[in-house]
């Protein structure tokens, strides 16, 4: 089981990214996003989940509204659309899949891909 998450950068404040995740190995009903800025802990900031009726997304308080999970089954891949990005968004973003999605929103992953880097300049 491998993700490999791509699609960060240097951008200014107010422009957009879009993150992309690939998983290979298997398919996974719930994937997401987290993140970690330098000297803080890792944090929670989207996830989505799949059953046989329904499609479920999650966001954290402080990038609802701006970011847009989306999932590509057909290319088993996740993507992360950050919209009006402000320098508070600089961290490195970690791609996950499988795990628990509970329907409060707390996400406990199974796996981990490595990191990918975003910066926002003010």
């Known amino acids: 089981v491998q993700l490999q998450a791509s699609g960060g950068g240097l951008v200014q404040a107010g422009g957009s990214l879009r993150l992309s995740c690939a998983a290979s190995?298997?398919?996974?009903?719930?994937m997401g996003w987290f993140r970690q800025a330098p000297g803080k802990e890792r944090e929670f900031v989207s996830a989505?989940?799949?059953?046989?009726?329904?499609?479920?997304?999650y966001y954290s308080d402080s990038v609802k509204g701006r970011f847009a999970i989306s999932k590509d089954n057909t290319r088993n891949t996740v993507y992360l659309q950050m919209n009006s990005l402000n320098p508070e968004d600089t961290a490195v973003y970690y791609c996950?899949?499988?795990?628990?999605?509970?329907?409060?929103?707390?996400?406990?992953?199974?796996?981990w891909g490595r990191g990918t880097q975003v910066t926002v300049s003010s």
């Open positions: 190995g298997r398919r996974f009903s719930n």
């Open positions: 989505i989940g799949e059953s046989s009726v329904s499609k479920s997304t």
């Open positions: 996950a899949g499988a795990g628990t999605l509970y329907s409060s929103g707390t996400y406990d992953p199974e796996y």
